[in-house]
């Protein structure tokens, strides 16, 4: 049956219909204002894929709060009422060509290179990021910062349906906040959040889960 299947035919996610099966992946695009609103740049940019025939365009990991999620210098946020409503221009030019857009929302928990907010680094444990690029070692969250940091993913997702969007995605790979608590060489934790892997993907599955109550 999967042989007779079409690129071009339409199929339903969740609760959408995509007009076909054509995905844009999200990519770093870095192009917002400082303060992580959407510019005119970033709307052609992703009215360009709608227009020419997508049937689902995602975005670039954009943040979550106005705390530690920040990844990058003029990266997109969703932590914000002006951030919400700068972000409706967008699903706005995109829905009027008849394509389906998601929002990836991201922490960047250790890999935080902007710290716009706040000038330390926050992670499951306190352990140095690896890679070629030098980044601070991350201070170890407590549980009741985990629990603001659900709340924020969940408020984040909220917002992206009041603008608009058709879903959320959560970033969870290359060593962001939830691939952190993922990993056992940087989730050291001793609590529920860490040791087993029942444990270790808990942060992931509670977000996932409430992101979707959020959506519905």
């Not at 054509?22 to 052609?44: L, N």
């Not at 920040?70 to 060509?97: F, I, K, L």
């Amino acid at each position: 049956m999967m042989a007779n299947v079409n690129l071009f035919s339409t199929i339903a996610l969740g609760t959408v219909t995509l007009k076909n099966r054509t995905v844009v992946a999200p990519m770093t695009r870095v192009s917002a204002t400082e303060d992580g609103d959407v510019t005119d740049r970033i709307v052609a940019y992703y009215e360009e894929f709608a227009r020419g025939g997508w049937g689902l365009v995602e975005t670039e990991a954009t943040y979550i709060d106005a705390e530690y999620s920040q990844c990058r210098s003029r990266q997109p946020g969703m932590a914000t009422a002006t951030h919400r409503d700068a972000w409706r221009r967008v699903v706005d030019a995109v829905h009027a060509h008849g394509a389906a857009i998601f929002m990836q929302l991201q922490h960047a928990g250790a890999l935080a290179e902007a710290r716009r907010y706040r000038s330390d680094t926050v992670a499951p444990s306190a352990v140095a990021p690896r890679g070629s690029k030098p980044l601070p070692t991350p201070r170890e969250l407590t549980q009741g910062e985990i629990a603001t940091i659900q709340e924020s993913f969940g408020r984040a997702a909220v917002r992206a349906v009041e603008a608009g969007f058709d879903g959320v995605e959560l970033h969870g790979t290359n060593g962001y906040l939830i691939d952190q608590f993922l990993t056992d060489y940087t989730n050291l934790r001793t609590d529920q959040y860490g040791g087993s892997t029942s444990n270790r993907i808990r942060f992931a599955w509670s977000r996932s889960r409430d992101a979707c109550r959020s959506r519905t």
